[in-house]
């Protein structure tokens, strides 16, 4: 038989082979395993990749499902008023606390996106968003909310506030 009509052999690395020798629920199990770089992966829950209103589960996402909740309830903001605010407030991440300011020696951490405390994040919440207020879309907009009320707009506001 000539070379051209010989069947073409893959090569297989060995622990191809031994995955599939071992049988494939093994196979099944080992490789989402293989690469993962956090226990998220290799548990196999994942972040949903928009929120329950359609928009992406990113920074981009909340402040734009935010402001659509602000349009609806005559609070004033802007995209980049908003965005600016949280990169000097958290760096855009939803879980953030403040664990050493004032706010935080009287008990009361200064929390999420735009580190807003309990007492201001249950008196400026609008309705329609979560009671959570480490959900980005309830922070940013019950922050702005606040913003509006002691300074015209989250667009006023260039420090801690």
Request: hydrophobic fraction near 40%; charged fraction near 15%.
């Amino acid at each position: 038989m000539s070379a051209a009509a010989q069947p073409r052999r893959t090569r297989n690395s060995r622990l191809v082979r031994a995955l599939v020798a071992a049988g494939t629920g093994t196979a099944v199990i080992a490789l989402p395993l293989i690469g993962a770089t956090g226990a998220s992966a290799a548990t196999g829950t994942s972040t949903p990749s928009t929120t329950l209103a359609g928009y992406p589960n990113n920074l981009d996402g909340w402040i734009r499902e935010s402001l659509a909740i602000m349009a609806e309830k005559h609070i004033p903001g802007t995209y980049n008023g908003i965005h600016r605010n949280i990169i000097r407030e958290s760096s855009g991440n939803p879980s953030a606390i403040n664990l050493w300011d004032s706010n935080a020696a009287k008990g009361i951490p200064s929390k999420g996106l735009l580190q807003v405390i309990d007492p201001t994040f249950n008196t400026y919440h609008v309705a329609g968003t979560s009671f959570d207020i480490y959900d980005p879309v309830a922070n940013i907009t019950a922050a702005c909310n606040y913003a509006a009320a002691r300074y015209g707009s989250i667009d006023n506001v260039f420090g801690a506030y």
